[in-house]
């Protein structure tokens, strides 16, 4: 595992991506789970269904403050954990109230970051261009190499959408808690490992932020059944071949 993108080279590249996606998903599944589970429950309780239509929340409002619930929780506990290093390792958290505080400051980032997320994975494909190189490169018909090429370009814009989005809320999470520790305890941290932690957590959000939006792009394509131009469902496309 490489750590820091200061040690990056050709040789330990994979690596280094796959240990940014992976960091990812510890804090993307809580919050897409509790984006999924809110909606579910605003459609089984009417009461919140229409207070929430009257206040002109939509569906991704919902998403958002679904998603802020376990993410503020979550950035508690590093706000906690990074007041502990900053203090030199103690077993006691400095002071409890302010990881709250930073917790419930960090969590409204990640509340903006799921947004592109839950679109990316609502959305269909994109526009229908240039079939005939995936029909000559792969040996499939044209009608399926449409049909392949139609889903690339949403599903690029989903996955640059949320790196976009990630990388800058990763940073600014970041120099959060550390602010936040330095006030807690007095100390400082060295400059260079500043820079160098806010610049990872950038690096590292738009790779994990990538991958999850362009995850969530396939994923909602396939679960939705969807298809674009001709509508031709996903369930009957020509036998062995793969979209």
């Given at each position: 595992?490489?750590?820091?993108?200061?040690?990056?080279?050709?040789?330990?590249?994979?690596?280094?991506?796959?240990?940014?996606?992976?960091?990812?998903?510890?804090?993307?599944?809580?919050?897409?789970?509790?984006?999924?589970?809110?909606?579910?429950?605003?459609?089984?309780?009417?009461?919140?269904?229409?207070?929430?239509?009257?206040?002109?929340?939509?569906?991704?409002?919902?998403?958002?403050?679904?998603?802020?619930?376990?993410?503020?929780?979550?950035?508690?506990?590093?706000?906690?954990?990074?007041?502990?290093?900053?203090?030199?390792?103690?077993?006691?958290?400095?002071?409890?109230?302010?990881?709250?505080?930073?917790?419930?400051?960090?969590?409204?980032?990640?509340?903006?970051?799921?947004?592109?997320?839950?679109?990316?994975?609502?959305?269909?494909?994109?526009?229908?261009?240039?079939?005939?190189?995936?029909?000559?490169?792969?040996?499939?018909?044209?009608?399926?190499a449409k049909k392949v090429?139609?889903?690339?370009?949403?599903?690029?814009?989903?996955?640059?959408?949320?790196?976009?989005?990630?990388?800058?809320?990763?940073?600014?999470?970041?120099?959060?808690?550390?602010?936040?520790?330095?006030?807690?305890?007095?100390?400082?941290m060295n400059q260079e490992?500043?820079?160098?932690?806010?610049?990872?957590?950038?690096?590292?959000?738009?790779?994990?932020?990538?991958?999850?939006?362009?995850?969530?792009?396939?994923?909602?394509?396939?679960?939705?059944?969807?298809?674009?131009?001709?509508?031709?469902?996903?369930?009957?496309?020509?036998?062995?071949?793969?979209?």
């Open positions: 595992i490489v750590p820091r993108v200061e040690d990056v080279n050709l040789g330990n590249l994979s690596s280094f991506v796959s240990n940014s996606i992976g960091e990812a998903l510890p804090s993307f599944i809580p919050m897409l789970s509790g984006a999924a589970g809110l909606n579910v429950a605003v459609q089984l309780i009417p009461p919140v269904r229409y207070a929430l239509a009257a206040l002109r929340i939509g569906k991704l409002g919902v998403s958002a403050l679904g998603a802020y619930l376990p993410s503020a929780f979550i950035s508690t506990g590093e706000a906690a954990s990074e007041q502990k290093d900053m203090a030199g390792g103690t077993t006691s958290t400095p002071d409890p109230m302010q990881a709250l505080f930073t917790g419930l400051k960090a969590g409204s980032l990640d509340a903006i970051t799921i947004i592109p997320i839950m679109k990316a994975f609502s959305l269909g494909g994109g526009k229908v261009a240039g079939p005939k190189e995936i029909e000559q490169v792969f040996g499939v018909s044209k009608d399926i090429i139609a889903s690339v370009p949403g599903i690029v814009r989903s996955g640059a959408t949320a790196a976009v989005v990630e990388a800058p809320t990763e940073a600014l999470q970041e120099r959060l808690f550390i602010k936040d520790a330095e006030k807690v305890t007095g100390q400082k490992e500043y820079e160098s932690r806010l610049l990872n957590s950038f690096v590292q959000g738009a790779i994990g932020g990538g991958a999850i939006g362009t995850g969530a792009r396939i994923t909602g394509n396939i679960i939705g059944n969807e298809t674009v131009d001709e509508r031709l469902k996903i369930n009957d496309l020509e036998e062995g071949t793969v979209v």
